[in-house]
């Protein structure tokens, strides 16, 4: 028995001069632009063979094809820096943009090289930077093929950005309803604090984007505080949440967010276990939301304020920072994100609730601590901690101020330096340590204000956004507390962006 596969003779000639064509293209995506995973699903096209009587077995999978010319996958701003990356046995002098729906080539330029690596294999830098007009390109490079489209506009990111704004919500939402329903332990504690905290931060230092997301525009003066209800709205949700796992005797805070649900007895609450790093970030976490939020609602705010008071005092009662500290890195060093060791979250809720009440008892602990402090290896809220000391407009010692500046201004310039050797121009390729590095960053370009911070932010968010070895979005599926750090990243690029846009308009309009 013969079985056939009928093909369309009119499209054979044109198949079989495909094929031929290909055999004489060379880099792995030939002189055809990479479209991405949704843009390569075509009508599927079936060749007619003869099969014997046996049912064909298409079940192998076909290993994904990757371009050697690297680009930020969803594209730059027309202002910013714009760099491509190309890696191969063999480089090309030249690269070309071209138009995507034309194919008109728009701008040409030399490969810059890097050395050599290990492996043979070499790296060059496609550096695009005077290409503004706005529109969809892609790049080609004899011997090495086409990138994958990309675009050019001052929207170039809002999709994503709410995109990340979507996901903060259902993923929170899910796992706030699935420990309702059957009392499974979904996050930790100290992971909403660290996601409520960095969208904070976002939004104090940098509000234009998150006052998009969550809100109606931009806000009505300089101060991030006159706008921006929806966005406290949606974190309210997060702030019940965190309120309701305070223990009501004590005032510590239970490591896991599930803690406050179910109908537990009273043996197994008992059995919840309340954690000194959990309680050290509610404490600052609250206060911090108390602070920001109390143009809108000043009995909430004081409720959050009040809460995170007796949460010090619960941290009083425990060991101090003589004690605990190196065993708490151990533990932090476990959980990833740099998320913080007792001592640097005490900081951060002393920092934060002295802003927010100027009780000179906090101030009192910050300065007899603060040896200890600065010579903590640096953490997210002792990061958290340091801005928020720098930039109260309470009583502050100056020394200590200059101590925290130079600290910060010196990691800030280590990683510059770091990123600007690295083959991707970041430190290092695990996409925890590209977060981390440019959390610092955008904390300490808030404080110091530094352009060149934010290229390098830029450039750390190209290669999160597809500009890496793999050509994929990292990390693939970001939790809750990544796709805040990702929006508060976004949040200094558009900054940016606004800034020079203001620049221009009033240059243009001297003119």
Same mark, same amino acid.
């Given at each position: 028995?013969?079985?056939?596969?009928?093909?369309?003779?009119?499209?054979?000639?044109?198949?079989?001069?495909?094929?031929?064509?290909? =055999?004489?293209?060379?880099?792995?995506?030939?002189?055809?632009?990479?479209?991405?995973?949704?843009?390569?699903?075509?009508?599927?096209?079936?060749?007619?063979?003869?099969? =014997?009587?046996?049912?064909?077995?298409?079940?192998?999978?076909?290993?994904?094809?990757?371009?050697?010319?690297?680009?930020?996958?969803?594209?730059?701003?027309?202002?910013?820096?714009?760099?491509?990356?190309?890696?191969?046995?063999?480089?090309?002098?030249?690269?070309?943009?071209?138009?995507?729906?034309?194919?008109?080539?728009?701008?040409?330029?030399?490969?810059?090289?890097?050395?050599?690596?290990?492996?043979?294999?070499?790296?060059?830098?496609?550096?695009?930077?005077?290409?503004?007009?706005?529109?969809?390109?892609?790049?080609?490079?004899?011997?090495?093929?086409?990138?994958?489209?990309?675009?050019?506009?001052?929207?170039?990111?809002?999709?994503? +950005?709410?995109?990340?704004?979507?996901?903060?919500?259902?993923?929170?939402?899910?796992?706030?309803? *699935?420990?309702?329903? !059957?009392?499974?332990?979904?996050?930790?504690?100290?992971?909403?604090?660290?996601?409520?905290?960095? =969208?904070?931060?976002?939004?104090?230092?940098?509000?234009? =984007?998150?006052?998009?997301?969550?809100?109606?525009?931009?806000? #009505?003066? !300089?101060?991030?505080?006159?706008?921006?209800?929806?966005?406290?709205?949606?974190?309210?949700?997060?702030?019940?949440?965190?309120?309701? /796992?305070?223990?009501?005797?004590?005032?510590?805070?239970?490591?896991?967010?599930?803690?406050?649900?179910?109908?537990?007895?009273?043996?197994?609450?008992?059995?919840?276990?309340?954690?000194?790093?959990?309680?050290?970030?509610?404490?600052?976490? $609250?206060? *911090?939301?108390?602070?920001?939020?109390?143009?809108?609602?000043?009995?909430?705010?004081?409720?959050?304020? *009040?809460?995170?008071?007796?949460?010090?005092?619960? /941290?009083?009662?425990?060991?101090?920072?003589?004690?605990?500290?190196?065993?708490?890195? +151990?533990?932090?060093?476990? *959980?990833?994100?740099?998320?913080?060791?007792?001592?640097?979250?005490?900081?951060?809720?002393?920092?934060?609730?002295?802003?927010?009440?100027? @009780?000179?008892?906090?101030?009192?602990?910050?300065?007899?601590?603060?040896?200890?402090? /600065?010579?903590?290896? #640096?953490?997210?809220?002792?990061?958290?901690?340091?801005?928020?000391? /720098?930039?109260?407009?309470?009583?502050?010692?100056? @020394?200590?101020?200059?101590?925290? $500046?130079?600290?910060?201004?010196?990691?800030? @310039?280590?990683?510059?330096?770091?990123?600007?050797?690295?083959?991707?121009?970041?430190?290092?390729?695990?996409?925890?340590?590209?977060?981390?590095?440019?959390?610092?960053?955008?904390?300490?370009?808030?404080?110091?204000?530094?352009?060149?911070?934010?290229?390098?932010?830029?450039?750390?968010?190209?290669?999160?956004?597809?500009?890496?070895?793999?050509?994929?979005?990292?990390?693939?599926?970001?939790?809750?507390?990544?796709?805040?750090?990702?929006?508060?990243?976004?949040?200094?690029?558009?900054?940016?962006?606004?800034?020079? @846009?203001?620049?221009?308009?009033?240059?243009?309009?001297?003119?």
């Amino acid at each position: 028995m013969v079985k056939q596969f009928k093909i369309n003779k009119k499209k054979f000639p044109r198949i079989a001069l495909a094929v031929a064509m290909s =055999l004489f293209v060379s880099g792995c995506a030939g002189n055809i632009p990479f479209m991405g995973g949704e843009q390569n699903k075509q009508g599927e096209m079936v060749l007619i063979a003869e099969t =014997l009587g046996l049912e064909p077995d298409f079940s192998y999978e076909r290993k994904v094809e990757k371009p050697h010319i690297q680009t930020d996958r969803l594209g730059y701003l027309p202002k910013s820096a714009k760099t491509a990356i190309i890696q191969g046995g063999e480089l090309p002098q030249r690269f070309q943009i071209m138009e995507k729906d034309s194919g008109k080539c728009v701008y040409e330029g030399e490969v810059r090289r890097n050395e050599e690596t290990a492996s043979g294999i070499f790296t060059g830098y496609c550096i695009f930077t005077e290409l503004e007009e706005e529109g969809s390109y892609y790049i080609k490079c004899d011997k090495i093929g086409c990138s994958y489209y990309f675009v050019i506009g001052r929207d170039a990111y809002l999709e994503k +950005e709410l995109e990340l704004g979507s996901m903060i919500e259902e993923m929170r939402s899910e796992g706030a309803q *699935k420990a309702q329903q !059957d009392g499974e332990a979904v996050s930790r504690t100290e992971d909403i604090c660290g996601t409520v905290s960095c =969208l904070l931060a976002a939004y104090e230092m940098y509000p234009g =984007l998150l006052l998009e997301i969550w809100g109606d525009g931009k806000p #009505e003066s !300089d101060a991030p505080e006159a706008g921006g209800e929806d966005f406290f709205r949606m974190l309210r949700k997060e702030t019940d949440w965190l309120l309701s /796992l305070q223990d009501e005797v004590t005032g510590g805070i239970y490591e896991n967010a599930d803690a406050a649900f179910g109908e537990a007895d009273g043996a197994q609450k008992a059995e919840q276990e309340i954690s000194e790093e959990a309680t050290a970030a509610f404490a600052g976490t $609250m206060a *911090k939301y108390s602070y920001l939020y109390q143009q809108y609602d000043l009995d909430y705010a004081n409720t959050c304020l *009040k809460a995170a008071a007796k949460a010090w005092r619960y /941290l009083s009662g425990t060991q101090g920072p003589a004690g605990g500290i190196e065993a708490g890195r +151990e533990r932090d060093e476990e *959980k990833g994100f740099h998320t913080g060791t007792p001592m640097s979250g005490r900081f951060y809720a002393v920092s934060e609730l002295y802003r927010a009440s100027n @009780e000179k008892l906090y101030h009192n602990y910050i300065l007899q601590n603060q040896e200890l402090l /600065l010579g903590q290896k #640096e953490d997210f809220y002792l990061l958290m901690g340091k801005v928020t000391y /720098l930039s109260t407009r309470r009583d502050v010692d100056q @020394e200590l101020c200059g101590l925290i $500046m130079d600290s910060l201004m010196k990691e800030a @310039e280590d990683i510059t330096a770091r990123t600007k050797a690295g083959l991707f121009l970041t430190d290092g390729e695990s996409s925890d340590d590209v977060l981390w590095n440019m959390t610092v960053m955008a904390l300490a370009n808030y404080a110091i204000m530094n352009h060149e911070y934010v290229t390098v932010i830029e450039n750390n968010m190209h290669y999160l956004l597809g500009r890496n070895a793999e050509a994929e979005f990292l990390p693939g599926k970001p939790e809750c507390r990544e796709a805040a750090a990702e929006l508060l990243l976004f949040s200094v690029i558009e900054a940016e962006r606004e800034i020079i @846009e203001a620049s221009e308009a009033e240059e243009s309009g001297k003119d």
